[in-house]
């Protein structure tokens, strides 16, 4: 089966500078590829995800990009401020009728 | 307003009494599953149900057992808890099943004495 895994587990960076966590998967069959943030006491929630026909995507602050020949995607997000604290998942999964793998997760501490 | 609701959110219990964990969903959406999270090991996924009478399980489903008689509902079970079981639940839900955002409950903090 599919297995996700996602480094550092720990990032802390300054009030302004660029963040990015990594992660790789294993099954080539892989196509979709969200990312979750989880405050501290709340329940995760998507940011932003990447499909396997795409090699980039932005929102503002974040991007996503995605090597399918290297099996990797990377979490970037600039100018970091202290509410991006928080723990951080990568996922993979399949298809529609697949369950969904995550990372074990890296709890970014952004320092004003 | 959309959401997905778990009860009960903190609940302390002893080896071996059975307990219900009840997850309830008001989007219409098709695919639910559950999760535990325990530090540096992420989410693990437990069971996923594709649809009313359809489940799958997920990577440890040991120890656990669900239910999908509703559309709405999808209960997690554990017929007698260890304290290996003692663990932060999120149950979730998606409009497109693995390939969707994933909408998840508030979580529910199990101890197991």
């Known amino acids: 089966g599919e297995n996700v895994e996602q480094h550092p587990s720990t990032l802390s960076v300054q009030e302004g500078d660029s963040a990015v966590i990594k992660c790789t998967y294993s099954d080539s069959a892989s196509n979709y590829f969200p990312w979750y943030k989880q405050e501290l006491g709340k329940r995760p929630q998507l940011i932003i995800d990447i499909r396997s026909n795409v090699g980039e995507k932005k929102d503002q602050r974040i991007a996503v990009t995605l090597n399918k020949t290297a099996k990797h995607f990377s979490l970037h997000i600039t100018e970091t401020q202290p509410e991006d604290s928080a723990v951080y998942f990568c996922?993979?999964?399949?298809?529609?009728?697949?369950?969904?793998?995550f990372g074990a997760g890296t709890r970014l501490t952004v320092k004003p | 307003e959309a959401q997905v609701t778990q009860n009960p959110r903190y609940l302390i219990t002893v080896t071996g009494k059975k307990l219900t964990v009840t997850c309830s969903q008001n989007?219409?959406?098709?695919?639910m599953s559950w999760y535990r999270q325990d530090p540096g090991l992420g989410l693990r996924q437990i069971y996923y149900?594709?649809?009313?009478?359809?489940?799958d399980k997920g990577d440890v489903p040991e120890g656990y057992k669900v239910s999908r008689k509703e559309k709405r509902n999808f209960p997690l079970i554990l017929e007698s808890p260890s304290p290996n079981q003692t663990s932060l639940y999120f149950c979730a839900s998606s409009p497109t099943g693995g390939t969707g955002e994933l909408f998840f409950g508030e979580g529910s903090r199990l101890t197991v004495l």
């Open positions: 996922a993979a999964s399949k298809s529609r009728n697949n369950d969904m793998r």
């Open positions: 989007m219409n959406h098709e695919y």
């Open positions: 149900s594709m649809n009313v009478e359809v489940t």
